[in-house]
């Protein structure tokens, strides 16, 4: 499970698709994430 920004969707299922073109995938919108382990896009 991956979760990204609505921004980053269309790079997620080029990658996707150029590793596995067959790969099973779901797309869901999301309105809060909890957990530990997240960052900030650039504070990696």
């Known amino acids: 499970m991956v ?3 609505q ?3 269309t790079r997620l299922k ?3 698709r150029g590793i596995d ?3 099973f ?3 869901s919108d999301t309105n809060e994430v909890l957990g ?3 960052k900030l896009p650039g504070t990696v």
Do not use: W
């Open 7 to 9: 921004t980053e969707v």
């Open 36 to 38: 530990e382990g997240f």
């Open 21 to 23: 073109p067959g790969a």
């Open 25 to 27: 995938v779901i797309l």
């Open 3 to 5: 979760v990204v920004s």
């Open 14 to 16: 080029e990658l996707v």
